[in-house]
């Protein structure tokens, strides 16, 4: 394993494994391991520790290009919730200024927290009809 690799281990070598990360390989050939809900472990076998099945990697994140004036949604400070706002400004870094619509301001937001802003669409026009009798339908 080197680190990086994503990894099933045993935890303190009990019969469950947990996912987790190696962090690094020692000189004697045990590893160091980060597990997914926060726990950390040193000197673990690599008896106890197998690879997870899903080492293929992620799907590329779409990066979207903006223009000042565009409207959005942005995750407020990398927050998970996305919020009205437009763009300000784009800066030579590819960050973005935006103004919230609620009067808050963000500077050199990256473009994986910003997405374009699906607008409510007007609903279609009523279409009436009119019958006369005798009138085929």
Known sequence: FAPGDRVAARYQGGRKRYAATIVAQRHDGTY??????????????????????????????????????????ARYQGGRKRYAATIVAQRHDG???????DGYTETDVSS????????????PPQVQFEFAPGDRV
């Open 32 to 73: 160091d391991v980060a597990y997914d809900d926060g726990y950390t472990e040193t000197d673990v076998s690599s008896k106890f520790i197998r690879p997870r099945l899903e080492q293929a990697k992620p799907p590329p994140q779409v990066q979207f290009e903006f223009a000042p004036g565009d409207r959005v949604a």
């Open 95 to 101: 960050t973005y200024d935006v103004a919230y619509d």
């Open 112 to 123: 994986k927290f910003i997405r374009p802003r699906l607008e409510q669409a007007k609903p």
